[in-house]
């Protein structure tokens, strides 16, 4: 008779402590948000406009245009290397070896990275690297493969204006450790 008063006892403790904890959450969700404070700008400084054809606008990076010439955006790993950040970089030209060595001096590529060639055919740019960025791929943890892969996709997307890159390397799909990019890569945000 007395276990089966404990075990009752311990059932209303348990339905009381549930009972209070949804009510508890109940009530909690129903707080008030915080003020907003007030704004004050006086001019509020005007929206870009958005293109209407969908298209997404242009990438702003932290420091546009570093040396006063010729400037690229470029993609570079945070400090903890686990995303992505737009920072403009100083570039000779318009072409793709430039921007190539854009990454390299932002840290992004290994030295010695070369393209071989590019070509872009709906929507999709095929760049054709050299052994110097498979070998660097190949020898990275996954999050630097990334980091690798994803800094270039992500600069070449934003500057050439495609919708994804294909990347190959001596003329074959790039291969790492991991996995086989045999597809066409689309930037990540």
Do not use: C
């Amino acid at each position: 008779m007395k276990k089966q008063v404990w075990i009752l006892a311990a059932v209303v403790v348990i339905v009381a402590i549930v009972i209070g904890a949804v009510v508890f959450g109940f009530l909690a969700g129903e707080e008030e948000p915080a003020p907003k404070p007030p704004v004050t700008d006086p001019m509020p400084e005007p929206k870009p406009e958005q293109p209407d054809d969908g298209d997404k606008a242009p990438v702003q990076p932290v420091d546009p245009n570093p040396s006063g010439g010729d400037s690229v955006v470029v993609y570079v790993p945070d400090e903890q290397g686990e995303s992505l950040t737009p920072v403009g970089a100083d570039a000779k030209d318009d072409s793709d070896q430039a921007l190539i060595d854009a990454l390299i001096q932002a840290g992004s590529l290994p030295e010695g990275v070369k393209v071989q060639s590019s070509e872009t055919a709906d929507g999709i740019l095929t760049l054709d690297l050299n052994t110097v960025y498979g070998d660097a791929v190949r020898s990275s943890g996954t999050t630097g493969e990334s980091m690798l892969i994803f800094s270039l996709v992500n600069t070449f997307v934003q500057a050439r204006g495609v919708d994804s890159v294909l990347l190959t390397v001596d003329g074959a799909p790039l291969e790492s450790g991991h996995e086989i990019y045999d597809y066409p890569l689309q930037a990540t945000n």
